[in-house]
C-alpha cells in the first residue's frame, strides 16, 4: 500500500509564499515522476508542475517564475514552493506520482488528497 500526504495549504495575502509538501509512505521501490496538479471550483483538473528522477523540471506557464518544485528522493518527499500568489492560485493543489512498488514491482500512478491554498485579494 502506498499513501501521498500533502501538507503546507493555507489561507494567504496575495504576493505571499507558501510551501507545500507531499511525503510518500508505503511499499515503495522507487519513484519516477513527482506532480502538483491543481483544481480550483467549477474548473478542471490542472498541471502545475512536474519532476523527473533525475531532477529536470516542467512548469505550466501560468507558474513559471514564481512556483519550484524540488524533491528529497531520501525522503521520497516533493516540495512546491509558491512565490508571489496571486487570488488565481487558489485551488485545491494534489499531488501526483509514478510509483515502483516493491511487492510485484509494478509501476503504478497515485494521488494525494489535497491541500487547498487560498489567496486574498
Known amino acids: 500500500q502506498v499513501q501521498l500526504v500533502e501538507s503546507g495549504g493555507n489561507l494567504v495575502q496575495a504576493g505571499g509564499s507558501l510551501r507545500l509538501s507531499c511525503a510518500a509512505s508505503?511499499?515503495?521501490?522507487?519513484?519516477?515522476?513527482m506532480n502538483w496538479y491543481r483544481q480550483a471550483p467549477g474548473k478542471q483538473r490542472e498541471l502545475v508542475a512536474t519532476?523527473?528522477?533525475?531532477?529536470?523540471?516542467y512548469y505550466a506557464d501560468f507558474v513559471k517564475g514564481r512556483f519550484t518544485i524540488s524533491r528529497d528522493n531520501a525522503k521520497n518527499t516533493v516540495y512546491l514552493q509558491l512565490n508571489s500568489l496571486k487570488p488565481e492560485d487558489t485551488a485545491v493543489y494534489y499531488c501526483?506520482?509514478?510509483?515502483?512498488?516493491?511487492?510485484?514491482?509494478?509501476?503504478?500512478?497515485?494521488w494525494g488528497q489535497g491541500t487547498q491554498v487560498t489567496v486574498s485579494s
Open positions: 519532476i523527473r528522477s533525475g531532477g529536470s523540471t
Open positions: 501526483n506520482a509514478d510509483i515502483y512498488t516493491v511487492v510485484g514491482g509494478r509501476l503504478r500512478n497515485y
Open positions: 508505503g511499499s515503495i521501490y522507487s519513484i519516477n515522476n
